[in-house]
């Protein structure tokens, strides 16, 4: 008890001192996270926009393909993303395996289907009569969608939200392609995993608070986001 106790004090001390370790490594996962975010975002809202608003064949099943895509572990993820950039792989030349640029690959496919799915269900739940009453209006289908994205505006930023926590949190991926290479592809999650199988508890358990802290104010951001969402 006594060994948790001290492990936690000097946990916060690192912390509050602004260790350039602990902070690095926080600053990679944000970086790395972000950038995924940003990328998978505009491509998820285009495909659930289609997937709203298109008629084609094969709709529903590429429906119910992102829904299940949802439950794929970021391990498989990883393990798919190191056979496609290890030497033997198709990407091999490419030399992207153990660099921040693969896990940001790995993050984008991992929050590409909860994107899709979570925008897909907030644009059906939309009124369709406001893409009709902008077309009938004269405007023209881009101002149309943004018409209809601005309706629901409150459910899209909850689902990024919600794809942020989702690869942010994430270790398998991170770990299979990143490397854990320290100041360079060691993240949080990869760190609070390495130190406590080192048996470094206070600086696992000064992320571990850094992830938590995180993970409570993006659940509240994504409860007040949903609610009003339903006020709207």
Request: with cysteine; charged share 10%; proline share 3%.
């Amino acid at each position: 008890m006594n060994e948790i106790v001290t492990a936690t004090e000097r946990a916060i001390g690192l912390l509050i001192s602004g260790d350039p370790g602990l902070w690095a490594i926080i600053g990679i996962s944000f970086s790395v996270s972000l950038r995924a975010i940003l990328i998978a975002t505009p491509f998820a809202l285009a495909v659930a926009l289609l997937l709203t608003l298109g008629h084609f064949y094969g709709r529903r099943l590429l429906i119910a393909v992102f829904n299940a895509s949802m439950a794929v572990p970021a391990v498989v993820v990883g393990l798919s993303i190191y056979l496609l950039l290890s030497r033997s792989g198709p990407f091999g030349d490419l030399k992207l395996l153990f660099t921040q640029s693969a896990m940001v690959i790995g993050q984008i496919l991992l929050a590409f289907p909860l994107l899709v799915a979570m925008a897909h269900s907030a644009l059906q739940a939309a009124e369709r009569s406001a893409w009709e009453t902008a077309l009938t209006l004269g405007a023209r289908p881009w101002r149309a969608l943004f018409t209809l994205m601005y309706e629901v505006r409150f459910a899209l930023i909850a689902a990024i939200i919600a794809g942020f926590a989702r690869i942010i949190a994430e270790v398998g991926c991170s770990m299979m392609v990143g490397g854990n290479i320290l100041n360079y592809t060691r993240n949080i999650t990869t760190a609070i995993a390495l130190e406590t199988s080192k048996g470094e508890f206070a600086q696992g358990i000064a992320l571990g608070l850094v992830l938590l802290a995180l993970a409570l104010t993006l659940n509240l951001l994504l409860n007040l986001m949903q609610g009003k969402g339903e006020l709207a």
